[in-house]
Each structure stands twice: as structure tokens, then as C-alpha cells.
């Protein structure tokens, strides 16, 4: 008759321990830096985006779907800088709720 198998125990977590912090080799850029990034990111896909529909409307390009994803890629891109500007803007007026 064969043994049950037994699963491991699990570790038992340590409630007053913190995190250790990894040291990255990269130094830490700031959110003006990092939204600068997204900024120009989402400038370059609207600017692949339309050339690509320009090149496809006036029969110089037969892509349809690499165009078509172009375009989305520029959708999401836009949406997530609309979605970053629409939260920040709710930070700071919460903020200045806050101080009033």
C-alpha cells in the first residue's frame, strides 16, 4: 500500500521584519523624467501611426494590419497619457483640498 504524499509546510511569515531593499545598478529617475519618457513614447507612436495610415491611404504601403496595429499602439499610448494626466490632476486638487 503506497504512502500519501504530504505537501511541504509552509514558512511561517515573521510579522516585525521589513523587505531587504535591492540596490539597483540603475540610478532612480524622477516622475518628471519618467513622465517625459511616456510623453515622448506616445509623440513617436502617433507619429508611426500616421504615417503608416498616410502611406496606406495613398497606396504606397499594402500593411493593412501593420498600420492598423500602428494605430493602436497610438490609442493606447494617448489613453495612457490622458489616464496619467487625469490622475495627477486629481492629486493635486485633493491636495489642495487638503491644505484648505
Partial sequence: M?????????PLARPNTRPVAVPSEQPATSFAERLS???????????SADVASADF??????????????MQRADVSLRLVTNIRN?????????????G
Fill in 57 to 70: 491611404a495613398q497606396g504606397r504601403s499594402n500593411d493593412i494590419h501593420g498600420t492598423m496595429i500602428a
Fill in 37 to 47: 519618457e511616456v510623453v515622448q513614447s506616445a509623440d513617436g507612436a502617433l507619429k
Fill in 87 to 99: 490622475r495627477v490632476l486629481e492629486a493635486y486638487r485633493e491636495v489642495m483640498r487638503m491644505g
Fill in 2 to 10: 503506497p504512502l500519501p504524499i504530504q505537501p511541504a509546510p509552509l
